[in-house]
């Protein structure tokens, strides 16, 4: 949940070089790869989760989204954070790393989910085509997306989706200030791109969430003693940039 333009800086993408490819697909199409590390594929019925919930909120807002399985990868660590800012995850798609090829990557975006806990901050990251999150548990457990609303109370399992969606945000090229907040009883509902920063502590919010509201008008507002309620579907100023989605050029 760092800002793009810090993670550029530190060199994930970077370290990719840049041999990149202008993309020229078709604009009717949008690809979400998702791969699990060792310990978040030992949990039974993720995949159905996963594919459930992301399928969901991207088939909203992009007619041609898909959203695949990439299949299973050894890493050095839970951290989805460190995996893509200190570069593994990142190189793993390009290079593949010892005594294992490249997870072969799709244009835009490359989800990995892994076993960490959400407890602690930062949960994920997100860099131009390539993200991560942590929370495997806690979305296996989640209800089957069909019987469960696009609005929800905050659990783990609906906090760790929501910031899969937030990462894959990212991974399109999106910010914070293309998210909403909508007061709503005692409640604060969110939106992805917005996700957890309301309750962030004052520093957390000056260095990553310095934003009077989203660049579609909606005001950011502070919880004031509101509960959180999260949107496990894309804001509609969020939902028109992944539709308007061209991909740019791919590290690969
Ligand atoms: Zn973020």
């Known amino acids: 949940m760092k800002r793009r333009k810090f993670l550029l800086s530190a060199g994930a993408i970077g370290s990719m070089g840049v041999t990149g ?145 937030h990462e894959c945000g990212h991974a399109l090229g999106l910010e914070h200030d293309v998210g909403s907040m909508r007061p709503d009883d005692g409640a604060l509902v969110v939106s992805p791109m917005v996700s957890g920063y309301p309750w962030e502590t004052a520093a957390v919010r000056a260095e990553h969430f310095d934003y009077e509201g989203s660049v579609c008008g909606c005001r950011y507002v502070e919880p004031a003693g509101r509960e959180p309620r999260l949107m496990l579907r894309y804001s509609q100023c969020a939902g028109e940039r992944i539709r308007d989605y061209r991909g740019g050029v791919t590290p690969w």
């Open 21 to 165: 490819r202008r993309l020229s697909r078709p604009e009717a199409t949008l690809n979400v790869k998702v791969w699990f590390s060792e310990q978040a594929a030992a949990y039974a019925g993720l995949w159905r989760r996963v594919s459930g919930y992301l399928g969901r909120a991207f088939r909203r807002v992009h007619r041609g989204a898909t959203v695949e399985f990439g299949g299973t990868v050894r890493v050095s660590t839970e951290r989805a954070y460190d995996l893509v800012v200190g570069g593994e995850w990142p190189r793993r798609l390009v290079q593949g790393s010892a005594g294992m090829g490249p997870a072969t990557p799709c244009d835009d975006v490359n989800l990995l989910v892994t076993d960490e806990p959400l407890t602690e901050w930062p949960t994920g990251a997100g860099v131009p085509h390539v993200a991560a999150v942590g929370g495997g548990a806690a979305m296996a457990s989640l209800p089957p997306a069909g019987s469960a609303s696009t609005v929800v109370g905050r659990t783990w399992g609906t906090y760790a989706m929501q910031v899969a969606l």
